[in-house]
């Protein structure tokens, strides 16, 4: 098992900056690919990011966000992170991070999750 914690989430003007936080326990966390997925209400869960196990030396981007937003990993501190750049009013949603075995985009390929923190950008 592998418990997840979100945090950093908030409210910011749009072309504002947030960084958030994703807090892991349990199984060893550098074994695990992580991501990071954003829902708003009614619509589906969203890839945004994602960070290869080990030293993280692989990332790929939601086209929405490449530029913008990077992802990385501690794996002392055993946390992964993503910062949020020239943040849009678009880019408001619950974000969620996610850990598991396989490199991918895919929310169903994820075995553990998050409760999701909240980002809301106003224009």
């Known amino acids: 098992q592998v418990q997840l914690v979100e945090s950093g989430g908030g409210l910011v003007q749009a072309g504002g900056s947030l960084r958030l936080s994703c807090a892991a326990s349990?199984?060893?966390?550098?074994?695990?690919?992580m991501g990071w997925f954003r829902q708003v209400p009614g619509k589906e869960r969203d890839f945004v990011a994602v960070?290869?196990?080990?030293?993280?030396?692989?990332?790929n981007y939601a086209g929405s966000v490449k530029g913008r937003f990077t992802i990385s990993r501690d794996n002392a501190k055993r946390t992964m992170y993503l910062q949020l750049n020239s943040l849009k009013p678009e880019d408001s949603a619950v974000y969620y991070c996610?850990?598991?075995?396989?490199?991918?985009?895919?929310?169903?390929?994820?075995?553990?999750w998050g409760q999701g923190t909240q980002v809301t950008v106003s224009s």
């Open positions: 349990g199984r060893t966390f550098s074994d695990y690919a």
């Open positions: 960070i290869s196990w080990g030293g993280g030396s692989s990332t």
């Open positions: 996610a850990a598991g075995r396989r490199f991918t985009v895919v929310a169903g390929e994820y075995a553990y």
